[in-house]
């Protein structure tokens, strides 16, 4: 018997309980079911987990070596072995005097002196000191890049959208030229600075978008185009190939990983959107769930109590996804970032050590902001046969006081949505208006979307997503299930292109060939 077999043993001979009669037994069951750092408080009472399941599941965290393997990140060590690499997007976020070291060498001065050129460049952009060629000064960034360097700046974009007092900000992130054009559409190409950012400098969508942006901007300015880019990059002979300036390039190590890499010079563009000094606060909220999840007991730990949340519904529930629903219009773009984030990091299916995982891994996450999602799919998460963990996010204040009135009516739909799923409404003189209730919720609630707290929140994830995949024994920083369709695409553009034959491929990739030539005649 493993200590999964435990939690599922434990799960099937509570299962018929109510989650309310938890609370019946408990008088201090949120108390005692809820985590805080400062002004941030987790609470996961309106789960399932009863003090023996707490108990089970913080010792599979200790078994499974969660302590060993985060102080070993945190150290520098390899643990990206499939790689060969250390994982240090924490270093990026360091705000201590503490040197981070990998092999010996401290990486503290280079992250900061990257910053500090960030942050010139930044204030040069903003303050009209930096211009174009033309001398005109830019008034939008487009930030060019997909997946890791496209989702965590375009959420900070929106969630700092209070702060917002620069240029204007794009993004263009999709191959399909629909995305690059509609964005250039409305932009003047004298004015306009293009961010192109990729770690590996060669990711096909990226590099596509960004010929296409010189392209347009050398159709308005000619040879001064070049002064209208900046790369963002750990391939620094590939910016150099694609012409962009050395002193307009920022680049970061190997061990950033691409969707942990929004904390560097992948923030660039928001960097420019806010100024460096609410980026810095950005970086102090991510530093500051560091210093918990390294130095909290488990029992207290944020990051680890969410993580345990996850287990508990994946691996004793058996409950296949969760959603994740922000009351926070400016988190719109959470769900999406943790899409990348959780399920390129834990969608596995081998141990470290190459073999067959004998427990489910990453559950699919999903969401949209509430209200919205209400109007929309929480039909399903009411009534629907499936069981859906929702994981609630919302302020206790908005950034609107004109509009208070409007925020006290999120925050009601907020709890009253964890209400009805809890409470339900059992009996009713009509089947199909009976709520089961009995469902689980989870709810993160803090005082305001700050810099410091949008910082809290994404660190918080992070380290949900690496407490979970510590627990099932996977590399989390790896990401080879992203290559076979990159190759296969690469052989396909010839056949798109009417340059080869579909002899081989399977029949349904023939016939959608096929139909594709019919159709363009
Ligand atoms: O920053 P790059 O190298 O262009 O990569 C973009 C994204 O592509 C992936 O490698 C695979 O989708 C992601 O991990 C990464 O965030």
Redesign the pocket.
Known sequence: MTLFDDLRAHRAATADRHILDLFRADPDRFARFSARLDDMVLDFSKTSIDEAALDLLLRLARERGVEARRDAMFAGERINQTEGRAVLHTALRNRSDRAVTVDGQDVTPGIRATLERMAAFATGIRSGAITAPSGARFTDVVNI???????GPVMAALALAPWHDGPRTHFVSNVDGAHVHDVLKGLDPRTTLVIV???????I??MTNARTARHWVEAAVGAAAGGHFAAL???LDRTAEFGIEPDRVFGFEDWV???Y?MWGP?GLSVMIAVGPEVFGRFLDGGFEMDEHFRTAPLAENLPVLLGLVGIWHNNACGYPTRAVLPYDQRLLRLPAYLQ?LDM?SNGKRVALDGSPLTEASGPVVWGEPGTNGQHAFYQLIHQGTAVIPCEFLVAAEGHEPDLRHQHDLLVANCLAQSEALLVGRPTADNPHRVFPGNRPSTTLMYRQLTPETFGRIVALYEHRVFVEGAIWGINSFD?WG?ELG?ELATQMLPLIEGKGDAAGKDGSTAGLLGTLSDLRG
């Open positions: 890049g997909i997946g890791g360097s496209d989702l950012a990729s770690k590996t400098f060669t990711t969508e990226t990059s750990s391939a990983g691409g969707r890499s992948i990348q390129e990401q992203v990159k």
